[in-house]
């Protein structure tokens, strides 16, 4: 496990973009696996530029995304659907067929949890993006989660319900459940960036680095990872 010190978020988007380029460089197929939220936005942003200046096939790109709420329609603002082509995807040439979502709306969801998984085993994803929450969740494997768990519906905390209220009008519109990648699924994963931004991730970062592997503190799995680079900022290390 790597730790990355940056002095400001422009700085962390810089180097958490130059990975994904680095691993997309490197891989005849890349398969990148993305996450929604405030922190990765600089990044897509660097890797948009990156991308659209080089001579790189994005028809070879494949693309899986940690999470989707359940109910909400990908057309819905607030979708992690509608996030990514917002951020990302309309930006960029991927194709279409390449880029895989989870359906917030899907009819079953056991049957679209399980396509899910067995379409990131086909592929195996070359890196995985990831940010972290207050209490250590990382996509929407909250405490408790076992680290066995692949792709799943949960049922999100009052906690993270709070977070993710500012994004929404109030706080009763926010889902309550979510489809996430599990914490096994996202261990399948070659190398693993997690990019920790703020000072209220202070202690999620202290958990992590500590080195005690507990169920109670989901990303703390990631020790157990063979290749993890931590980018987080000076708020965050607490410096």
Not at 50 to 63: M, Y
Not at 87 to 114: C, M, R, W, Y
Not at 176 to 197: C, E, H, N, R
């Amino acid at each position: 496990m790597e730790l990355v010190k940056v002095s400001n978020y422009e700085e962390m988007s810089k180097k958490a973009s130059d990975i994904l380029f680095d691993v997309i460089k490197e891989n005849e197929k890349p398969v990148i696996g993305l996450a929604t939220g405030s922190t990765p936005e600089g990044t897509y942003q660097e890797l948009i530029k990156k991308l659209n200046s080089s001579d790189i096939d994005q028809n070879n790109i494949t693309t899986f995304n940690l999470d989707e709420y359940v109910g909400l329609d990908k057309n819905h603002e607030q979708s992690y659907s509608y996030y990514m082509y917002e951020k990302f995807f309309n930006h960029v040439s991927i194709p279409q067929e390449n880029i895989h979502l989870l359906n917030g709306k899907a009819e079953f969801a056991d049957t679209e949890v399980k396509a899910y998984e067995e379409a990131i085993d086909e592929a195996g994803i070359d890196v995985q993006l990831l940010g972290i929450g207050r209490n250590g969740h990382i996509a929407f494997n909250e405490p408790g989660t076992s680290f066995d768990s692949v792709t799943h519906i949960v049922d999100l905390t009052p906690e993270t319900i709070e977070d993710n209220s500012r994004f929404f009008d109030e706080l009763g519109e926010v889902p309550s459940k979510a489809f996430t990648m599990g914490l096994k699924s996202i261990m399948k994963a070659d190398k693993i960036v997690i990019l920790i931004y703020g000072e209220n991730k202070k202690e999620a970062l202290e958990a992590l680095l500590s080195g005690e592997v507990t169920v109670d503190n989901p990303a703390s799995v990631l020790n157990n990872h063979k290749d993890v680079t931590i980018i987080a900022d000076n708020a965050a290390i607490g410096e």
